[in-house]
Nanobody
Framework: QVQLVESGGGLVQAGGSLRLSCVAS????????MGWCRQAPGKEREFIGY????????YYGDSVKGRFTISRDNAKNTVYLQMNSLKTEDTAVYYC???????????WGQGTQVTVSS
């Protein structure tokens, strides 16, 4: 099994940037492709993006494409989410997860809150 812990959330003004981290323990994260999702109050969980095991392939949801970047450092068992040009609608709890199958994610972390103010 793998345990995931997200960090790096906080309060930022619109147009600003944040970098979230997701540290894996247990089985090393390099064994897995990973993803990021978010959930805003009263809304369903939204897929943000995916990164392959090597980091050589990434994919993003339309709402964040061109603004967010996922990367990973397998030596540190860490996956990152760099968020630029933040908008108020990016306010949500952000989660990382293991890609356990085609389009499926599991082993969710506890999440980290991101709040973007106008």
């Amino acid at each position: 099994q793998v345990q995931l812990v997200e960090s790096g959330g906080g309060l930022v003004q619109a147009g600003g940037s944040l970098r979230l981290s997701c540290v894996a323990s247990g089985r090393t994260s390099s064994s897995y492709a990973m993803g990021w999702c978010r959930q805003a109050p009263g809304k369903e969980r939204e897929f943000i993006g995916y990164i392959s095991r090597s980091g050589g392939s990434t994919y993003y949801g339309d709402s964040v494409k061109g603004r967010f970047t996922i990367s990973r450092d397998n030596a540190k068992n860490t996956v990152y989410l760099q968020m630029n040009s933040l908008k108020t609608e990016d306010t949500a709890v952000y989660y990382c997860a293991v890609n356990v199958g085609p389009g499926e994610y599991g082993y969710w972390g506890q999440g980290t809150q991101v709040t973007v103010s106008s």
